[in-house]
């Protein structure tokens, strides 16, 4: 099997049951769904699952580790003469439109983090990991340090900041919205400064 076909297979397979999770509990409420239910749902077995995911919740949310070199990678392959703050934008505008496309299966994932509080807590841990992923490719994209510069943190956490804004605003919205508008209307908010705000 050639890498490209098996890593296509794992893929698939983190796809499904991820679905299969995230259905389950939309159906039954996070309390009514094991392991064993969402692996049988996606036709395989529960040792299977666990090559995957760690937890039901990271299964649910879909939480994937390569998610986080994805970003970092996505920001390092920007133009080198384009600003931070623009490649930070122009890398969560892609992203939005990437997420939009999954007309189905986004506005599930929101509904049902909303529908069921006990997740927030791994979800934070996660943008936490994701903050610090993005810090990191921030300080060496500007040549600063991530443990004692405050730019790197500062500019992760604001995009962070910017992104889950936008969600939120889109599941507010029915989902009709234009997530990519609403990333843009956040980054414009900031660029125009808080001293522009009303008072």
């Given at each position: 099997?050639?890498?490209?076909?098996r890593e296509r297979k794992?893929?698939?397979?983190?796809?499904?049951?991820?679905?299969?999770?995230?259905?389950?509990?939309?159906?039954?409420?996070?309390?009514?769904v094991s392991v064993d239910?969402?692996?049988?749902?996606?036709?395989?077995?529960?040792?299977?699952?666990?090559?995957?995911?760690?937890?039901?919740?990271?299964?649910?949310?879909?939480?994937?580790?390569?998610?986080?070199?994805?970003?970092?990678?996505?920001?390092?392959?920007?133009?080198?003469?384009?600003?931070?703050?623009?490649?930070l934008r122009a890398v969560?505008?892609?992203?939005?439109?990437?997420?939009?496309?999954?007309?189905?299966?986004?506005?599930?994932?929101?509904?049902?983090?909303?529908?069921?509080?006990?997740?927030?807590?791994?979800?934070?841990?996660?943008?936490?990991?994701?903050?610090?992923?993005?810090?990191?490719?921030?300080?060496?994209?500007?040549?600063?340090?991530?443990?004692?510069?405050?730019?790197?943190?500062?500019?992760?956490?604001?995009?962070?900041?910017?992104?889950?804004?936008?969600?939120?605003?889109?599941?507010?919205?029915?989902?009709?919205?234009?997530?990519?508008?609403?990333?843009?209307?956040?980054?414009?908010?900031?660029?125009?400064?808080?001293?522009?705000?009303?008072?």
């Amino acid at each position: 099997m050639t890498t490209g076909l098996r890593e296509r297979k794992k893929a698939a397979t983190r796809s499904a049951l991820h679905e299969a999770a995230l259905r389950l509990v939309a159906e039954r409420g996070l309390d009514g769904v094991s392991v064993d239910d969402i692996a049988a749902r996606a036709d395989v077995s529960p040792r299977t699952f666990f090559n995957y995911f760690a937890t039901k919740d990271d299964a649910v949310l879909g939480l994937d580790p390569a998610e986080l070199r994805r970003t970092a990678q996505a920001l390092a392959g920007r133009p080198a003469d384009e600003s931070t703050v623009a490649a930070l934008r122009a890398v969560q505008r892609e992203q939005a439109e990437e997420m939009a496309r999954e007309t189905e299966l986004w506005p599930l994932r929101l509904q049902v983090i909303e529908a069921n509080p006990d997740l927030v807590g791994r979800l934070v841990t996660h943008f936490g990991e994701a903050d610090r992923a993005l810090a990191t490719a921030v300080a060496e994209r500007t040549g600063t340090d991530v443990d004692t510069d405050t730019l790197p943190t500062l500019l992760a956490l604001t995009s962070g900041a910017v992104m889950r804004t936008a969600l939120h605003r889109w599941l507010t919205s029915g989902f009709t919205d234009s997530l990519p508008r609403l990333v843009d209307e956040a980054w414009d908010v900031l660029a125009r400064g808080l001293a522009a705000l009303p008072h």
